[in-house]
């Protein structure tokens, strides 16, 4: 209350006015902050019952189960008593009341054990850790299930002491079940403490994890519980979220502590790529809108915008409005550089045998997607592992190694391997869905429901087509009161996506690879290392190889796919199998030349025995080349490998003479028919080569090999080593044997090769002259080699080191006086064919053959 304004100056100028005042303001305070502690402790008293109303209501299911439970093992207990009796035994009161507080007693000391153990982990471990981390220790399902478990037999036997103490009869049932429930506990807590050190790495409960993430995408897959209500999706979208961030920020924690970024890590990753493997499987039950997959802004570029959005867009607001897209990728955008950061850290820590481990997961993974008909994401996801990691797996080797280790050559086969088996992986999927069961699958589609679509596990590429399909049939059944578009007619419009899936698939399989192999070579060379990149082109060559062995089953699908066309101006995508083909036969042929240009640096190298023979596999893949270019009279393959491979097999041939002084007598004889093998099967491709250079009357061919072998045995004799008496020992050791010699089976494949080239040739019948008149076919060609060579036999009694000896060895002017015992003398059988040619002109007075 204010005092007038006259009053209060006449008492303001009274010191007893000031101190009354003081002290009623004093009082006043006083008064009020009684009155504020008595509210505020009201306020706190309702918000403690309220906590405590909170408390009591998430027990109460418990509770009330509990007491149910001894409520209906009570109401039993007449009957129970009864075959009780039968038994013999009898309950003691006492003993009873003391048996159900022990069972109670146990139960309280394991809680509190447990969480006393749970709060030193906690501690010592989360307690740096972040909240969503920190948050999986209290979620552990086993804990909490076991901790449920102990608590309610914990109540229930308090609940079923307090029936005694009023004066219930004790149930002897009853005892024995919590008995038993006492056991389980005890037990169970022996396990439980065991399994409590593994709390200590966090990666434990990472299976919750991965659960959370399989379970989210599981409930909204076509037919589940409201799987196309877009809230649902929301509500799946964001738990998978949650538990994404948190699998990341464990990963982060994982890789930075040495104790836990070895074996702990990669258990992690490995359970992150089994759940891939699932969710690629699960994909083609989602819907491609579903609000599962987040959204995203796309800009669209101007000048491929229609017109009238763009003249619309000028008058309104000078700009296109973006569309939004679905994220398809987005589980993968988290986990996947997961596990580039494992394998990184694993091989930067030279920890091979994890990295193999985590590898061979990464490569069912790429399976799977290969299978799923998702090839060029397949080898999209290993470009982006390889590009994580190249810094690491195309290291330069310390400048005393000679060789790259094992473990870099290992790992780099790995990764090297994974085109061929996306390769493999799709050409099963391939005759797993032909068009027959494709269109039988889709004409057996009722178009009800639209989860029908999502259930008839057709390749996920379909989906968006049957998606758009089916509004208009079910436009077209309301309309017309059932569906009138003929089978033949959806199924041809189902195909369509199939078709141009095959033809970018094997754009991927063809350009991408190639391009993806060029790289590593490009980025061995660079390194230098050598072994790396022989292991690479291995793996290349294998897969082109396979590529080309089953290139007849893309033709096969091509066909089928293109064929029975019924739908006019349906536009089809164009595969050019033909051209396809030339590029693979291309790319092989690059291959091979690098082969045969690394050869000689390999063959130089003391390779130990837990190194792959990459020099001796690069030796014999040139050389089936070369008899194969021979065969195909592709000079320009020859020009480009042939030079390698002669002074590859001189080299070789010395590499395994280095070993002939460190072996016993026996084996010494072996050794030196072993070290002669590379130069025999030089001689023999040789001979073979000049002999297909007069079938095929191409000079190039005979001479690229008389200009190399004529060059080096000149300038090797100019040095003082003349190397044709070599030449004519390694013939006489083998010739001399009892045994097969060396390799003579792959010699003896090539001229298989030949002579069923040979046999080609038209023939005609002859008659030679001598006591009597013998009848006989002759091959109708103007070179008497090849007419000598082409006989009507299986096989020719020569061969390509025959033919060597005699079309350039006896050639060359120190070649008369070298001796090749026990050989069959080529010269005279040729002699006889000229002679029985020009008999046969004579008397004819026409030339017999045609050239």
Known sequence: MMLPTALFLRLASSRAFWTLRAKFRHFAFLLQRSVFNVRRQFGDGRSRTGTFVQLAVTTTRQLLAAVLLVTGLQAINPWLLDLYSQTGLKIVPDTYATLLGTVAATGGVLIGLYYAATTAIAGAIYSNV???????????RVGNIYMRFLSFTTFASIVLLGFRAAG???????????????GISVIAFVKLGARAFYLFDPTTLSGELVENIHDAFAKIRAGQFRWNDAAFQNHAHQRARLALDTSKTLAEITSKQSQLSGQPFVTLCTQFLHLLRSYQLAKKSIPSDSRWYPKQYVHPDWYRTEDSQTSLAFRGSGR???????????????????????????????????????????????????????????LDRVTDLTSACTDLLFASPNGSAEIEPIEQIAIADAIASTPVNILL????????????????????????????IYNLNVPKHIIPQLEWMHPRIQFETSAEGARVSPDWYLAELALQPHVQNLKDNLTVLVDDVQSLFDRWMDS?????????????????EEYWAKMDYHFHTFREQSTTLNSNRRIEGLPWAAIDLHAIGEMISSRRRVVVRRMAEDMPALIAVNRKESYPDF????????????????????????????????????????????????VSTTQNAATIKVSIAPILDLMSLSGYGLLLSEYHDNPTLAALIFE?????LDRRKAEGHDLLPLLAASISITNSAFEIAHRSIIRTQWG???????????????????????????????????????TDQLMSLYNGIDIFIETLVRKRGDGDSVKFTTRRDLSRSLAREIQRTQSRTADTGREDTVS
């Open 320 to 378: 296109l409005p973006p569309k939004e897209v679905s994220d398809p990728q987005w589980v993968e955008a988290t986990l996947l550089p997961i596990v580039h950061a494992c394998l990184r850290k694993n091989i930067e820590s030279s920890r091979h045998d994890l990295s193999s481990r985590l590898m061979h997961q990464f490569d069912l993974y790429v399976r799977t997607l290969s299978s799923e008909h998702e090839v060029k994401l397949a």
């Open 168 to 182: 219930l009869e004790p149930n002897p049932f009853a005892a024995s079940l919590f008995v038993a429930c006492t």
């Open 752 to 790: 298989q090769q030949v002579a069923h080239l040979l046999r080609e040739l038209p023939r005609e019948s002859i008659a030679d002259r001598g006591s009597f008149v013998v009848s006989r076919t002759v091959a109708v060609h103007k070179s008497p080699l090849v007419r000598v060579l082409a």
């Open 130 to 140: 972040p909240n969503n981390v920190r948050d999986l220790l209290a979620q552990d």
């Open 615 to 662: 020099a001796g596999q690069f030796l014999h893949t040139v050389g089936e080349s070369l008899i194969e270019a021979f065969l195909k009279n592709d000079h320009n393959h020859v020009r480009e490998v042939f030079a390698n491979f002669f002074i590859a097999s001189f080299i070789q041939r010395e590499q395994i003479s280095l070993d002939i002084a460190d």
């Open 708 to 712: 190399t072998w004529n060059n080096f």
């Open 425 to 452: 992986a799709y050409i099963d999927a391939l005759r797993r869905a032909p068009r027959e069961t494709i269109a039988s699958t889709i004409v057996g589609l009722r178009w009800s429901s639209k989860a029908d």
């Open 524 to 540: 061995c060379s660079a390194a230098k290392l050598a072994w790396v990149r022989a292991n690479i082109l291995t793996r290349e």
